[in-house]
C-alpha cells in the first residue's frame, strides 16, 4: 500500500473540485476506517488548454484554490502539476472547427503522458450522473441503438492515446529489485534468471508489452447538486466554464441546456438528487446486459486450445468450441429466437477477443464481425431460422475470409495434437483449428514510422554508457560480456521514443546515422533485393528463416527498416540484419528494442507454443546483431 499513487484530472468544475475533496477527505479517515487510506498518495493534474490568454492564469488559480482549500503543503502526500497543453505550431485552437474533439484528445494524451511519468496506474475523472445522460442522448441523436447507449463506463483504459507509449497498453515499468525480492520471486517462478550478482529486471511477459493507465469514475451514481452540495458544505469554491452553457457550441451543449431547463420529456431528463431518472435505469440495465454478454464471452475465450503464437510474425492458431458458451441460468429461459441472438453476441465478443491478438486494430466494432461470428460458429447457421443469416454469407460457410483486419483460415486439425490439461476437448471443434494472420496490406497503405538522426549528449563522466543509451547497472551480464569482447567509442544519444508501428510492434530504434530511416512493411521488392544481394551464403539462411514464420504471405507484414534509399537494414521482429547494415561502421548501426503488443491469452495456453520476441540489440548484445536469438519458444 505504500507505493499505491492515483491521479485526478482537476478543471476547477465543481465534479473535479469535488472528487477532489471527497479523496482528501477520504485519506484523512486514517487506517482505522480502512487499511492502507493514509498510504495512498494523489497526485492532482491541471490541464492549461492553452485556448485563451487567460489559459494559463486560470490554471494556476485552480492550482492555489487546491493548495488553499485542501491545506496541501511542501512535502505533503497529495501534489499538484500544471499540464500544458501543445498545439500545433501556427495553429490558432479557439478557430478550430473540431476544437473540442482536438482538445479533447490532446487533454487525455497529456494526462496519459503525466501519469506514465509519474509511475502512476489510475486516473480518475469526475464525471456525474448528468455526463452519462447527456452521452446517451447525444448518442441517440447520432443514431445509436442497443448497446450503443450504455453511457459513460465507469472504468477502462485512457482513450486517445493509441501509439502514446506508456499510456495506452504499454510502458509496464521493469524495477530493479534488491537480492531478498529477488529470492522472493525466483522462489515462485522456476523459470527465473539465476544471476543475483547485480539488480535485475522483472517483466512479466518477455517480449511483449504490458501496461497502461486505467480510468476510472467513481462519481457516477451522483447528480451534479450532491456534488455542490459537498464543495458548499466543506467550503470550497469552483469555477464554471461559460463555454459549457452556449448552446449553439456544440451538440452535448444543446442537449444540457434542455435538460437543465426541464424541457425534455420526464422519461429522458437527468434526474434529481431525490433518485435517477428512466433514462439513467435504462443506459444502467443496457450496460449490465453489456457486461454480462463479456462475462460469457471471457468463459469460452479461456476454453479455447492454443496451437501456436509466433510474435515475430503474429501467426495465431487456435481450436475454438463448437458454441459458444453461456452459463447464465436464465438464457435458458428466453425464447428460443433470443437464445439464438444473445449466442451471435457473445460469439461476436470471443470472436473480437481471438482478433485483438493479431488484428493492427486498437477497438474492432463488433457490427463488423457478424460474418466472421457465423463463419467460425457452424453451429449457429445449423440452429438459426431461415431469413436470420447476414445478408453477406453465401449457403456454404466460408473457410477463408477478413474481418478486423485479420485474416482467417480453417484447417484441418493435426492428429498430432492432443487439448491441453484442464481444457474440455469435448466442447471443441473436433475436425478443425483456425488460423488467424495480419491481412495483407492494400495498395498505398503501408503503414511507416519515421526514425530522425538520434539527439547526441554529453557523456555524464559518473556514467559510463553502452550503445549510447544504457547504464551499466541496468544492463545484463551478457551484454556486459559482449560489450568487453568489441570494445567501441560510441557517441552517447538521448533515448529515442517507442513507436507503435501497424498497431502491433512497439519499437524504438536509436538511429546514429545522419539520414533519416524508416519503419515499413518487408515488400516483395525489398526481400528480392535483399536475397539477391546477399550471395549464396545468405538467401538459404533467411528463406528458412521466413518459412518459419508462417504462411508465406505474413513475411510481407513483418516490419523492417529501411533507409533513404529504401534498402532492408533489418528485420527487427526476427533478429536479422542485412549486409547493408553490415556495411555500416559499428558505431554507425542503427539499434532497436521491439516488443509485440499487449495481448491476453487463455490461462491454460503452454508456454512451449509461444514464440517470444528477441531482445533486439540495443543493449550491446553483440549476438543479435546479424543472425540469432531471433525468437525464443517459451519467452525466457
Given at each position: 500500500m505504500a507505493n499505491r499513487i492515483v491521479a485526478l484530472a482537476v478543471s476547477g468544475g465543481a465534479d473535479s473540485m469535488a472528487l477532489a475533496t471527497l479523496c482528501h477527505q477520504i485519506r484523512k479517515l486514517g487506517d482505522a476506517h480502512l487499511p492502507g487510506l493514509s498510504d495512498i498518495r494523489l497526485h492532482l493534474f491541471i490541464v492549461d488548454h492553452k485556448a485563451r490568454t487567460e489559459s494559463t492564469r486560470e490554471a494556476r488559480q485552480v492550482a492555489k484554490s487546491l493548495d488553499n482549500h485542501l491545506g496541501l503543503s511542501k512535502g505533503s502526500e497529495i501534489k499538484t502539476r500544471i499540464l500544458p497543453l501543445k498545439w500545433p505550431p501556427g495553429s490558432i485552437p479557439s478557430e478550430s472547427p473540431d476544437f473540442e474533439t482536438e482538445a479533447r484528445r490532446l487533454r487525455y494524451q497529456a494526462l496519459g503522458k503525466a501519469c506514465y511519468e509519474a509511475k502512476i496506474p489510475t486516473l480518475l475523472l469526475g464525471h456525474h450522473r448528468a455526463d452519462g445522460n447527456e452521452t446517451v442522448l447525444m448518442r441517440l441523436v447520432s443514431g445509436y441503438r442497443g448497446e450503443g447507449l450504455r453511457g459513460i463506463s465507469e472504468?477502462?483504459?485512457?482513450?486517445?492515446?493509441?501509439?502514446?507509449?506508456?499510456?495506452?497498453?504499454?510502458?509496464?515499468?521493469?524495477?530493479?529489485?534488491?537480492?531478498?525480492?529477488?529470492?522472493?520471486?525466483?522462489?515462485?517462478?522456476?523459470?527465473?534468471?539465476?544471476?543475483?550478482?547485480?539488480?535485475?529486471?522483472?517483466?512479466?511477459?518477455?517480449?511483449?508489452?504490458?501496461?497502461?493507465?486505467?480510468?476510472?469514475?467513481?462519481?457516477?451514481?451522483?447528480?451534479?447538486?450532491?456534488?455542490?452540495?459537498?464543495?458548499?458544505?466543506?467550503?470550497?469554491?469552483?469555477?464554471?466554464?461559460?463555454?459549457?452553457?452556449?448552446?449553439?457550441?456544440?451538440?452535448?451543449?444543446?442537449?444540457?441546456?434542455?435538460?437543465?431547463?426541464?424541457?425534455?420529456?420526464?422519461?429522458?431528463?437527468?434526474?434529481?438528487?431525490?433518485?435517477?431518472?428512466?433514462?439513467?435505469?435504462?443506459?444502467?440495465?443496457?450496460?449490465?446486459?453489456?457486461?454480462?454478454?463479456?462475462?460469457?464471452?471471457?468463459?469460452?475465450?479461456?476454453?479455447?486450445?492454443?496451437?501456436?503464437?509466433?510474435?515475430?510474425?503474429?501467426?495465431?492458431?487456435?481450436?475454438?468450441?463448437?458454441?459458444?458458451?453461456?452459463?447464465?441460468?436464465?438464457?435458458?429461459?428466453?425464447?428460443?429466437?433470443?437464445?439464438?441472438?444473445?449466442?451471435?453476441?457473445?460469439?461476436?465478443?470471443?470472436?473480437?477477443?481471438?482478433?485483438?491478438?493479431?488484428?493492427?486494430?486498437?477497438?474492432?466494432?463488433?457490427?463488423?464481425?457478424?460474418?466472421?461470428?457465423?463463419?467460425?460458429?457452424?453451429?449457429?447457421?445449423?440452429?438459426?431460422?431461415?431469413?436470420?443469416?447476414?445478408?453477406?454469407?453465401?449457403?456454404?460457410?466460408?473457410?477463408?475470409?477478413?474481418?478486423?483486419?485479420?485474416?482467417?483460415?480453417?484447417?484441418?486439425?493435426?492428429?498430432?495434437?492432443?487439448?491441453?490439461?484442464?481444457?474440455?476437448?469435448?466442447?471443441?471443434?473436433?475436425?478443425?483449428?483456425?488460423?488467424?494472420?495480419?491481412?495483407?496490406?492494400?495498395?498505398?497503405?503501408?503503414?511507416?514510422?519515421?526514425?530522425?538522426?538520434?539527439?547526441?549528449?554529453?557523456?555524464?563522466?559518473?556514467?559510463?554508457?553502452?550503445?549510447?543509451?544504457?547504464?551499466?547497472?541496468?544492463?545484463?551480464?551478457?551484454?556486459?560480456?559482449?560489450?568487453?569482447?568489441?570494445?567501441?567509442n560510441r557517441t552517447a544519444f538521448h533515448e529515442p521514443e517507442w513507436q507503435l508501428w501497424d498497431g502491433r510492434y512497439w519499437i524504438q530504434v536509436l538511429n546514429p546515422t545522419d539520414t533519416t530511416l524508416r519503419i515499413c512493411p518487408l515488400s516483395p521488392d525489398r526481400l528480392h533485393r535483399v536475397v539477391t544481394g546477399g550471395g549464396d551464403k545468405l538467401s538459404p539462411r533467411l528463406k528458412k528463416a521466413l518459412r518459419s514464420l508462417g504462411p508465406p504471405h505474413v513475411r510481407y507484414t513483418l516490419p523492417a527498416i529501411v533507409d533513404g534509399e529504401d534498402r532492408v537494414l533489418a528485420l527487427p521482429t526476427v533478429g536479422f540484419a542485412s549486409l547493408a547494415f553490415r556495411a555500416l561502421a559499428e558505431d554507425r548501426r542503427p539499434r532497436w528494442r521491439v516488443r509485440y503488443k499487449r495481448v491476453v491469452f487463455p490461462e491454460m495456453v503452454r508456454e512451449e507454443r509461444v514464440v517470444r520476441l528477441g531482445e533486439g540489440n540495443m543493449d550491446g548484445v553483440e549476438t543479435l546483431v546479424g543472425w540469432s536469438c531471433a525468437g525464443r519458444r517459451g519467452g525466457r
Open positions: 472504468e477502462g483504459e485512457i482513450p486517445h492515446c493509441t501509439g502514446v507509449y506508456g499510456a495506452s497498453r504499454s510502458g509496464g515499468r521493469d524495477y530493479a529489485v534488491t537480492r531478498e525480492e529477488h529470492q522472493l520471486v525466483k522462489a515462485q517462478d522456476a523459470n527465473f534468471r539465476q544471476d543475483i550478482s547485480e539488480p535485475v529486471a522483472l517483466s512479466r511477459q518477455r517480449g511483449f508489452e504490458y501496461g497502461g493507465v486505467k480510468i476510472c469514475r467513481p462519481l457516477m451514481d451522483y447528480s451534479k447538486q450532491e456534488l455542490e452540495a459537498t464543495l458548499e458544505e466543506a467550503g470550497i469554491p469552483w469555477v464554471t466554464d461559460l463555454t459549457n452553457h452556449d448552446p449553439k457550441l456544440s451538440i452535448r451543449n444543446t442537449i444540457r441546456y434542455l435538460m437543465q431547463r426541464r424541457l425534455l420529456p420526464k422519461a429522458l431528463d437527468s434526474g434529481s438528487h431525490q433518485g435517477p431518472s428512466a433514462l439513467t435505469m435504462a443506459a444502467r440495465n443496457i450496460r449490465r446486459k453489456y457486461r454480462r454478454r463479456n462475462e460469457q464471452a471471457a468463459l469460452s475465450f479461456q476454453a479455447c486450445d492454443v496451437i501456436s503464437f509466433d510474435a515475430r510474425s503474429g501467426h495465431f492458431q487456435v481450436r475454438i468450441p463448437k458454441f459458444p458458451a453461456h452459463s447464465d441460468p436464465e438464457f435458458h429461459l428466453l425464447p428460443e429466437h433470443q437464445q439464438l441472438t444473445e449466442m451471435e453476441h457473445i460469439g461476436a465478443r470471443l470472436v473480437r477477443m481471438l482478433f485483438n491478438i493479431v488484428s493492427p486494430r486498437n477497438d474492432i466494432s463488433l457490427q463488423t464481425l457478424k460474418v466472421a461470428t457465423w463463419a467460425m460458429f457452424g453451429n449457429l447457421q445449423k440452429d438459426s431460422p431461415p431469413g436470420s443469416r447476414p445478408a453477406e454469407m453465401t449457403e456454404s460457410r466460408p473457410s477463408k475470409f477478413t474481418a478486423g483486419g485479420v485474416l482467417c483460415e480453417r484447417i484441418e486439425m493435426p492428429s498430432e495434437d492432443t487439448p491441453l490439461p484442464g481444457v474440455q476437448s469435448s466442447l471443441l471443434d473436433p475436425d478443425h483449428i483456425w488460423c488467424l494472420t495480419r491481412e495483407s496490406y492494400k495498395r498505398r497503405t503501408e503503414p511507416t514510422c519515421i526514425v530522425p538522426p538520434a539527439t547526441p549528449k554529453e557523456r555524464s563522466p559518473a556514467t559510463t554508457l553502452v550503445s549510447g543509451i544504457t547504464a551499466d547497472s541496468q544492463i545484463s551480464t551478457r551484454a556486459k560480456q559482449s560489450r568487453r569482447k568489441t570494445s567501441v
